[in-house]
């Protein structure tokens, strides 16, 4: 199997991307790894400091690291939006994959100082695992697989919330065409700069997308902005909140150099939407197992849908 980074480069060699969907239990997660595998293309777990608590930190890494063993298939793990060094050295010492910092509402200098405080981190278990020594306790090369963390941070603020937005949340300025105003986009200059200085593997810039899904307005990806960017930056692009985006948009996004691409509000809604119609139509059900069976076909089908844009699979 190949590392992450190397599946990254790969999406970025073909024009593609990598599909990363976040979970808040086992029932998604094994709904993402189906449409996955039914399409054999890898995929990243995200889990935010939320979603991860209340899986448990040690026990996601741990589910994650079984099914990519057992089913030998690419499933990478990412600790989404993490706020403080605290919780980016959790995340690594548990053995994820990817951390992303997020001091990206803060001034730049703020945020270039936490992240390269992450990327140094980063590097240090990185050099001690390739000498096959580990910094957890339980013992030599106990992760069983190769380990590369890698570290993602984010530039230009883009909402927090991944829920169904009555319209864009204030701070964010728009243009008069409803998209966000260009002044709150990411510059092609300040992508390079952030990267070079923080010495980061992959960016998220502020593209014109919105974390959450927005009501009859969802504002539109700035595409030229997007190619610009890829154009002024050897680190692959990675584009948040992606729910609530047309597929045409999608796959134009992914064109113009976006090499992983975010999910989770229209998991959750699907998730909880089947949830609710399994329990009306089934209200003597107490067996969760049959009752949210349901809820898990119903995100390994927005997955699919998704994977097979984000891979140019017919
Ligand atoms: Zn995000």
Same mark, same amino acid.
């Given at each position: 199997?190949?590392? %992450?980074?190397?599946?990254?480069?790969?999406?970025?060699?073909?024009?593609?991307?990598?599909?990363?969907?976040?979970? +808040?239990?086992?029932?998604?997660?094994?709904?993402?790894?189906?449409?996955?595998?039914?399409?054999?293309?890898?995929?990243?777990?995200?889990?935010?400091?939320?979603?991860?608590?209340?899986? @448990?930190?040690?026990?996601?890494?741990?589910?994650?690291?079984?099914?990519?063993?057992?089913?030998?298939?690419?499933?990478?793990?990412?600790?989404?939006?993490?706020? +403080?060094?605290?919780?980016?050295?959790?995340?690594?010492? *548990? @053995?994820? $994959?990817?951390?992303?910092?997020?001091?990206?509402?803060?001034?730049?200098? *703020?945020?270039?100082?936490?992240?390269?405080?992450?990327?140094?981190?980063?590097?240090?278990?990185?050099?001690?695992?390739?000498?096959?020594?580990?910094?957890?306790?339980?013992?030599?090369?106990?992760?069983?697989?190769?380990?590369?963390?890698?570290?993602?941070?984010?530039?230009?603020?883009?909402? =927090?919330?991944?829920?169904?937005? $009555?319209?864009?949340?204030?701070?964010?300025?728009?243009?008069?065409?409803?998209?966000?105003? %260009?002044?709150?986009?990411?510059?092609?200059?300040? *992508?390079?700069?952030?990267?070079?200085?923080?010495?980061?593997?992959?960016?998220?810039?502020?593209?014109?997308?919105?974390?959450?899904?927005? =009501?009859?307005?969802?504002?539109?990806?700035?595409?030229?902005?997007?190619?610009?960017?890829?154009?002024?930056? $050897?680190?692959?692009?990675?584009?948040?909140?992606? +729910? @609530?985006?047309?597929?045409?948009?999608?796959?134009?996004?992914?064109?113009?150099?976006?090499?992983?691409?975010?999910?989770?509000?229209?998991?959750?809604?699907?998730?909880?939407?089947?949830?609710?119609?399994?329990?009306?139509?089934?209200?003597?059900?107490?067996?969760?197992?049959?009752?949210?069976?349901?809820?898990?076909?119903?995100?390994?089908?927005?997955?699919?849908?998704? %994977?097979?844009?984000?891979? =140019?699979?017919?």
């Amino acid at each position: 199997m190949k590392t %992450l980074r190397q599946y990254i480069q790969e999406a970025r060699e073909n024009g593609a991307a990598i599909g990363h969907f976040n979970i +808040s239990n086992v029932e998604a997660l094994n709904g993402i790894v189906k449409a996955a595998r039914k399409l054999n293309v890898p995929v990243v777990i995200g889990v935010s400091e939320g979603e991860r608590d209340f899986i @448990g930190v040690s026990q996601v890494s741990a589910l994650v690291r079984s099914l990519r063993q057992k089913l030998n298939h690419p499933i990478f793990l990412n600790a989404d939006h993490t706020y +403080s060094f605290e919780r980016v050295k959790e995340a690594i010492d *548990a @053995g994820f $994959d990817m951390v992303i910092t997020d001091h990206a509402g803060t001034d730049i200098q *703020a945020n270039i100082d936490f992240t390269r405080q992450a990327v140094q981190y980063a590097k240090e278990v990185n050099e001690k695992r390739a000498n096959g020594l580990d910094v957890d306790v339980t013992g030599k090369n106990s992760l069983g697989f190769p380990t590369e963390v890698l570290v993602e941070a984010e530039i230009g603020y883009i909402g =927090k919330s991944s829920k169904v937005l $009555d319209g864009v949340p204030t701070e964010i300025p728009l243009d008069e065409n409803g998209n966000i105003a %260009l002044s709150a986009l990411t510059t092609a200059e300040d *992508a390079s700069t952030f990267v070079r200085e923080t010495g980061i593997d992959l960016l998220a810039p502020a593209v014109g997308n919105i974390h959450g899904i927005v =009501k009859n307005a969802q504002p539109k990806l700035n595409i030229a902005r997007i190619a610009e960017i890829a154009a002024s930056t $050897d680190a692959p692009l990675v584009l948040h909140g992606a +729910s @609530g985006i047309g597929n045409t948009e999608l796959a134009a996004a992914v064109e113009a150099g976006i090499s992983m691409v975010h999910y989770n509000t229209e998991l959750r809604v699907a998730y909880r939407d089947a949830l609710r119609d399994s329990l009306a139509q089934n209200p003597n059900e107490v067996a969760p197992y049959k009752f949210l069976a349901s809820s898990v076909e119903a995100v390994e089908k927005v997955v699919e849908e998704k %994977l097979r844009i984000m891979n =140019k699979i017919k």
